[in-house]
């Protein structure tokens, strides 16, 4: 069973950069397009980028875009969130889910496989 493990994270100040990854168990991990998704407290979850499974189309919330960069390293199977220019408003849990032949899309319900989240935090 595919299971996803995040890492990274933690607090830093606004301006700096973080980035954070989302290592994949099993042998299937490049049919898997996949996602970063966070929810700040009192918020409902939402889209941040997304990656198809061809690695070959992105995404991303037109809040982070130019800022934040999905990539990933099939060899080592796992996918990163490069987060750069950091912001108070981008303090929330960040999720990456993972959705087998997907496209990368916004929608969160398309996703069947979420890691376990990680706490950012972005001080002003």
């Known amino acids: 069973q595919v299971q996803l493990e995040q890492a990274g994270g933690g607090s830093v100040q606004a301006g700096d950069s973080l980035r954070l990854s989302c290592a994949t168990s099993?042998?299937?991990?490049?049919?898997?397009?996949s996602a970063w998704f966070r929810q700040a407290p009192g918020k409902r979850r939402e889209f941040v980028a997304g990656l198809s499974w061809q690695g070959s189309s992105s995404s991303y919330a037109d809040s982070v875009k130019e800022r934040f960069t999905i990539y990933r390293d099939n060899a080592k199977n796992t996918v990163y969130l490069q987060m750069d220019t950091l912001k108070p408003e981008d303090t929330a849990v960040y999720y990456c889910?993972?959705?087998?032949w997907g496209n990368g899309g916004t929608r969160l319900d398309t996703y069947e496989l979420w890691g376990q989240g990680t706490q950012v935090t972005v001080s002003s």
């Open positions: 099993g042998s299937t991990f490049s049919t898997y397009a």
């Open positions: 889910a993972a959705d087998r």
